[in-house]
């Protein structure tokens, strides 16, 4: 039998995943979506299409065969661009700023705070930025094309948020009620952004605030806090969830835990992933001290 030539493909990563777009005649091109070092096969492999809102979406392990009711989504809040800068030290350059939002960046802060770096700005976004907006308008795509869906039960992982505060506070050996306002208000802009882009749709949000600050405080890596809207809803009918790449874990492990398949609308953002992007102007970031935020 004559050997068959495989197609050639580029390959990228995304927060620890591996996107490859396939070397086809398609009208559209094709990703493949897996997660980075996966030899145990313990997470979901996905084929995505590109799209006009988003890089490329699909749907994980199916688009559902049944008309949804319920559908399960949210947002990050903070992305990349929520940071703090350090000073240098003697002889070196400064670090790069460090996000309160990713467990890893939080570790390093810590041990930056156990040092005695003083502490030069934080950087806040004040305005959705590329992240959110994409995201946001994805969502109000997938809504459009199940018109059966009654209810959109949306995480806003606010206490998860106030919990790394809770971090940064414990290791900084104060309070920042600043930092913690800011955050309250960006959670409300973040709605008034879904109000503009949903319209009407917006009516059938009922916002889900999931866990709490002492359970992020006990972990900042924990996922269970993510997991509970998923859990909830185990039991219910005519579910589906709608994620970016990164998110779908959250119906993957449902499965693996109990069994029950809960499809998912998914989605990559961008290239590189605008969740990671620090230096995004959409956000309006302001820049204030630490004398600011006291």
Known sequence: ??????????????????LSRLAAANASP????CKEEDAEHAHPVLRLVGAQTV????YWPF???????QILAGTCLYTAAWAVHFAAATDSSAPRPLSLGLPGDLNRIKKLLKQRRPITAFQIPTQPGRYHQRLIRWQAEVL????????VHYTLPVHD???????????????????????????QTIKTFMQEVWGEQVEKVRYDVPGTPELKMLDS???????QLYLAAINQERVMGMEDLPEVALSHEVARRSGVLIPCAVC??????PYLVRDDAVCATQWVTLADVQ
Not at 63 to 69: E, G, L, N, V
Not at 161 to 183: D, N, W
Not at 221 to 227: A, G, H, V
């Open 55 to 58: 890089l490329c979406e699909g």
């Open 161 to 187: 948020y106030h919990g790394y505060l809770l971090h940064f506070e414990a290791a900084l050996g104060q309070s920042l009620p600043g930092l913690h306002a800011a955050l309250d208000d960006y959670v």
């Open 30 to 33: 094709v990703y493949v979506a």
């Open 144 to 151: 459009a094309r199940f018109p059966s869906i009654e209810t």
């Open 268 to 273: 990559v953002l961008d290239l590189p992933d």
């Open 221 to 227: 890596s924990s996922r269970e806090n993510d997991l």
């Open 1 to 18: 039998m004559a050997a068959v030539d495989l197609p050639i493909v580029t390959s990228v990563a995304y927060s620890g995943w591996r």
């Open 63 to 69: 688009r559902p065969t049944f008309a949804p009711k």
